[in-house]
């Protein structure tokens, strides 16, 4: 069930009263607990089960890890636990992918080749909740962390409904002791999580959904368009990624709040980014430090010299967008932040031995011009990101970059201009800090009528009832 | 505070004094003011702009008004010629060529309306009827589209359905809907659910009203801004191409070789047309029930014996309540429609001159033809 919708609401509404009713703590971890699975099985029973049996099967792995010394033992127990999670996500997410890549690669080559795809159901949050089960056993064997010994506080961090089908990437050693930890009724923390909420669900309904009405028609079909409705459209993409991924995790963190949990923030204003690094520390935060914990620093980081960090770079991003999708566009999206990321490797290392081309950098024209080169990178990358093949995207790229004739933005570009302008402004009053100072001057009663103004606003913006989360299919 | 709230994040109790009294008022300000404004949309829906309900009537009742303060200019009480239907109404019935002919034959105003709306049928009909009594607008004459292959939706939903959406309707509503065997369960559900948060049950209708152009034109409530003062919508498609009518053709096939495939006399919809000449018996309305015009090709879509049901039922009624039948199913050449059941401007001309003269004007001059 969506966090926008109503039947979330309803279930929502019943935990939390529930919750704050029963005074155990045993209980209410059980209730959530309960809660979570039956969060998972609305949508799909078989695969609820799944999901808790892989859970079962760390906590067994990881209580092994612990109980034996030998270090051998202990490697194939890990072994183990990476095998069966990696095995799990790709067979019921690139096992088509794959088959279907070396059929057409065999096809190419002349060789008849029909594999029949495998009837699978990719089941949500998949790449999710494996990441946090493969940073857990790994930190388990690292000795980072000791294993859980309580197996419902274990399966309550791979499943907790805030953050089960589309994350933050929960570390066990940042929620584990959250779980055991005695929960008190707490004013501050649940205004935190109505205001986390209220703000997520303005930016999924009244950001998200509607630049989805400029994008959608201008990624069906891009060879119709023009160059500014292509670049239009890629723009209200980039709006509706951010705030689709980011409203999603503001309601899963208020969510977490009003019931006295605390998520990793996951998003801080990506597009004030100055360069495509900057812009990994800002964007999707618990999987790019996921990924730059458990696959860049493994492979061997910067450590290596400049040709195996830069291959380490490369191999992590392209990984990284194969995370995303079963989808060469992915591979390739992928591929090009990689590229970036080097190309800004060169660059700083360059530019560190021009003291006046550092201070031209840092200087505000330099930094703004900075932040719209990394802008306008990001949205081309955007561009292969959303479209549905690669010849598709590399059309529209083709015609963003050569001036091309053809249809104009199906809807008055005035839309997305606004909204551009409200985000930026909010952006600006963001880091500047004035968001948190106004807030705490304001008396309650503004306050809490700021919250219902948001509220009823993203009611009357939305455009349309029940549009999926984007990252739910990852 | 942004420290203490960080503190709080991580579990730690807060013990400066105020701060949680603060939160706690800010919480409760923000659940009372969105129930507040939810309160004052239904209030002011119920008081002030009934039409945010349903924009579609809204707008046609607004139409006629204008239509009906206009005339009044004139030395006697214009008389009031309605014509409930579906689309092939609004775009078949041309009211505005009327006014003017009926006026100088009769030798008194008259105000000739077409009440047809896309996606309706005869129990949309009933309860616009109702809402237009409620209104204080008594035609003094109704003519009343039967919608031949709906008459045969008495094991299924009718297929207006698609469109009689409970966002739309009001309580009593629902109540004459049961009383004509329409499935209500469902919407009632969702009828007592729209009333919960009105502002996102009637957003597109807010939205369109404040700035139409931020949403896409088939969300928009404004569509029905294409019926012209009189009621009635010319052909969308004027510069319609032989193979875009062909098309057009086989989509109206599609929708409608099915219905006529199971059909059985009954259901909801024949009610709803005997609920309507109820209405008019009990108000003293001089009613007309009128069969539009199908092309040959249409026609030929119904199965043996189905287009005598209708007609035996429709003279039941003729009998039961001594309403005039007005025949037109056969008044138009293949030319004449776009898709076999809607008119073509010209054919929406001719089929009203022929429809005023042949039917309006002699039921308006002949007292025989009373309630």
Redesign the interface.
């Known amino acids: 069930m969506l966090f926008s919708s ?1 039947e979330f609401a309803i279930f929502f509404t019943i935990i939390f009263c529930l919750h704050w009713l029963l005074p155990w703590a045993r209980v209410r971890v059980y209730l959530l607990l309960v809660a979570s699975f039956y969060f998972y099985a609305a949508w799909n029973k078989e695969l609820a089960l799944l999901v808790c049996i892989s859970t079962v099967m760390d906590y067994f792995v990881a209580r092994g890890m612990d109980r034996y010394t030998s270090q051998p033992v202990r490697r194939l127990l890990l072994v183990l636990s990476l095998v069966a999670n990696l095995g799990l996500l790709f067979y019921f997410k690139y096992a088509n992918f794959f088959l279907d890549s070396l059929r057409q690669t065999l096809q190419a080559m002349g060789a008849e080749a029909s594999f029949r795809p495998l009837q699978v159901i990719l089941p949500i949050g998949i790449s999710f909740y494996t990441f946090e089960a493969i940073n857990y056993t790994i930190d388990v064997y690292r000795k980072k962390t000791p294993a859980e010994k309580n197996l419902a506080n274990f399966m309550l961090f791979i499943l907790f409904f805030p953050h089960l089908v589309a994350g933050p990437i929960v570390r066990a050693r940042d929620f584990l002791p ?1 779980v055991r ?1 005695p929960k ?1 009724w ?7 999580g ?1 205001q986390f909420f ?1 703000m997520g669900l303005f930016k999924k309904w009244a950001i998200a959904d ?1 630049m989805a ?1 400029y994008a959608d028609p201008v990624f069906a079909a891009p060879e119709q368009f023009g160059t500014s409705a292509l670049w239009l459209g890629t723009l209200a993409y980039a709006l509706q990624i951010y705030c689709d991924f980011s409203g999603y995790t503001d309601m899963a963190i208020g969510t977490a ?1 009003m019931l ?1 949990y ?1 998520l990793a923030q996951n998003f801080n204003m990506p597009y004030l980014a100055c360069n495509v690094s900057d812009f990994w520390r800002r964007w999707h935060i618990s999987l790019s430090s996921w990924l730059r914990d458990y696959l860049f620093i493994p492979l061997g980081g910067s450590r290596g010299g400049e040709w195996a960090t830069c291959r380490n770079l490369m191999l992590t991003m392209v990984l990284g967008g194969l995370w995303h999708g079963a989808n060469w566009t992915f591979v390739i999206w992928g591929f090009l932040h990689g590229l970036l990321l080097i190309l800004h490797r060169i660059w700083r290392s360059f530019s560190q031995r021009v003291p006046a081309l550092e201070t031209a950098q840092q200087s505000p024209p330099g930094v703004a011009l900075r932040m719209a080169i990394t802008f306008v990178c990001v949205c081309l990358c955007w561009v292969f990101f959303r479209a549905q093949t690669l010849p598709a995207a590399l059309t529209m790229v083709e015609r963003m970059v050569v001036p091309s004739l053809g249809n104009s933005i ?3 570009p ?2 997305i201009l606004f909204t551009v302008a409200v985000v930026a402004l909010c952006h600006v009053l963001a880091a500047h800090g004035i968001w ?1 100072r106004v ?2 001057q304001l008396p ?2 503004v ?3 700021s ?3 948001v ?2 606003l993203a ?6 009832a029940g549009k999926a989360f984007i990252y739910f299919q990852f | 505070m942004h420290a203490k709230i960080s503190r709080a994040a991580a579990g730690t109790p807060v013990t400066v004094s105020g701060m949680p009294r603060q939160s706690r008022r800010a919480v409760l300000w923000s659940l009372g003011i969105v129930v507040s404004l939810q309160l004052a949309l239904v209030v002011a829906m119920f008081w002030w702009i009934p039409g945010l309900r349903d924009p579609h009537y809204a707008w046609k009742v607004q139409c006629l008004r204008q239509r009906m303060q206009h005339a009044m200019g004139s030395a006697s009480k214009p008389k009031l010629v309605v014509m409930l239907g579906s689309s092939r109404t609004a775009l078949g019935f041309h009211a505005d060529l009327l006014d003017e002919p009926l006026t100088q034959q009769l030798g008194q105003s008259v105000v000739v309306f077409n009440f047809g709306m896309t996606g309706a049928g005869p129990v949309t009909e009933r309860l616009n009827l109702k809402r237009l009594l409620a209104e204080g607008i008594r035609p003094d004459l109704l003519l009343v589209e039967v919608l031949a292959p709906s008459l045969g939706d008495a094991e299924r939903l009718p297929v207006e359905a698609r469109l009689l959406n409970a966002e739309r309707l009001w309580l009593d509503e629902v109540g004459i809907l049961e009383k004509i065997d329409y499935p209500t369960q469902r919407l009632r559900k969702r009828w007592w659910q729209s009333w919960l948060a009105p502002w996102y049950t009637h957003r597109f209708a807010i939205m369109t009203q404040v700035d139409r152009e931020c949403l896409p034109a088939g969300i928009r409530t404004d569509w029905s801004e294409v019926y012209g003062p009189s009621g009635w919508a010319p052909n969308p498609f004027p510069g319609a191409t032989p193979e875009f009518r062909q098309r057009a053709l086989e989509h109206a096939r599609n929708e409608y070789a099915g219905l006529l495939e199971g059909f059985r006399l009954g259901g909801p919809t024949s009610k709803a047309v005997r609920e309507i000449l109820e209405v008019c018996r009990a108000e003293r309305i001089r009613a007309a029930l009128v069969l539009m015009p199908e092309s040959p090709t249409f026609r030929s879509w119904y199965p043996d014996g189905v287009w005598e049901q209708i007609i035996a039922h429709v003279e039941d009624l003729r009998r039961e309540y001594a309403v005039p039948i007005v025949n037109g199913q056969c008044w138009m050449d293949e030319p004449d429609f776009l898709d076999g059941h809607h008119l073509v401007e010209e054919g929406a001309d001719r089929f009203t001159e022929r429809l005023g003269q042949d039917a309006i004007v002699p039921m308006l001059q002949d007292p025989a033809i009373s309630p």
């Open positions: 109503k959250q930890r008190r707490d004013w501050i923390r649940l205004q935190l109505v209220v509607r009405m709040h006295v605390k199906p809807m008055h005035r839309g948190k807030s705490i309650a009663p306050l809490g009528a919250y219902a103004m509220m009823t009611m009357v913006l939305s455009p349309e």
